[in-house]
């Protein structure tokens, strides 16, 4: 069985959530993530950056961090000029993403919608691994109806040089209900000719989660989390044997990241916005988290939030594993 120490975790990106600021605040106060992938880039024809691309991928907002831009395209044209800008400002690497399942985005053919054409995601593959200036790795759903599918999906990564294939074991139309398909998942393990570039994702919310992945694929050495790392924030860092948060450090966290927002952003409202996204996912970590979240929600003003974030911190409880 592969040892807690020895396991590789990358954070999932997570769009409009794990921009630049929240990066470097989570990594400022939280231990285990060993890579980071940035939210999609949508590549445009003339290779311009949106001005969130642009914040998102400057490397002096990325210091000390090993970050992994993520491309949203069905166009290998765009893709391969897109990802020789990266290469321009340092990145080695790019990552593919077939996993989005949007309806907007599957229904123009990308994400996981490029999952339902195989013949043109094959030549879409055979022109970007010929062409391209970085090494790729692929962020995939098992297909978009049925598990099925991923029996002839996984055969087209098979014949390229993948640097890793990050696999979530859902189809696209599930989204993220139901229980992944584990049985698709291990199966994909045993059959792909270089496991060790495989990497789990899905529904890792907790260590005992963890653990139960290593019971059905002992031998994984690549995890990456999502929503669990925004619930939990020190998962990772548990993942690999070290110490819980606290209350104290959740609030330092906290406190730098709605500092981050309101130097960053413009308005009340938009910081607001954000902490109260923010809350949406931590609220989990508090015993008492409806209420809490409802206190969150009432607020209208940046005062009447910031009091009530006082008073949770002051009198509520977190979760065992958080103190």
Not at 79 to 92: C, I, K, P, V
Not at 215 to 238: F, H
Not at 255 to 284: H, I, N, P
Request: with cysteine.
């Amino acid at each position: 069985m592969n040892e807690t120490g020895k396991i590789e975790i990358y954070f999932a990106p997570l769009e409009g959530i794990t921009g630049y600021l929240y990066r470097n605040v989570f990594h400022q106060h939280f231990g285990g993530v060993d890579r980071y992938f940035i939210p999609f880039i949508q590549p445009k024809q003339h290779g311009h950056f949106s001005s969130r691309e642009k914040k998102d991928i400057l490397p002096e907002h990325n210091h000390g961090m090993k970050v992994i831009p993520q491309l949203l395209t069905n166009q290998a044209a765009d893709f391969l000029q897109t990802s020789r800008q990266l290469a321009d400002m340092g990145y080695e690497e790019v990552n593919l993403n077939l996993g989005c399942p949007s309806r907007t985005v599957v229904s123009k053919g990308r994400g996981a919608g490029q999952l339902g054409i195989l013949e043109e995601l094959d030549r879409f593959f055979e022109m970007i691994f010929k062409h391209a200036e970085v090494k790729i790795s692929v962020k995939t759903r098992i297909g978009l109806q049925n598990p099925e599918e991923f029996q002839e999906i996984l055969k087209i990564y098979q014949r390229y040089p993948l640097s890793e294939l990050i696999i979530h074991p859902r189809v696209q139309q599930e989204y993220y209900e139901g229980k992944p398909h584990m049985e698709t998942f291990t199966e994909a393990y045993r059959r792909y000719q270089h496991a060790e570039k495989i990497c789990y994702n899905g529904d890792i919310f907790s260590l005992a989660d963890y653990k139960a992945l290593l019971k059905q694929v002992p031998n994984i050495s690549k995890v990456m989390l999502g929503r669990g790392l925004l619930k939990k924030p020190d998962l990772a860092q548990q993942i690999k044997g070290e110490e819980s948060a606290d209350k104290t450090q959740l609030r330092a966290f906290h406190d730098d990241l709605y500092q981050a927002y309101q130097e960053a952003l413009s308005g009340q409202r938009t910081v607001l916005f954000k902490m109260k996204e923010f809350w949406v996912y931590m609220a989990e970590a508090f015993a008492d988290e409806k209420r809490m979240a409802k206190k969150i929600k009432k607020a209208q003003r940046l005062c009447d939030y910031e009091e009530a974030v006082d008073k949770i911190f002051e009198s509520e409880l977190i979760h065992a594993g958080n103190n």
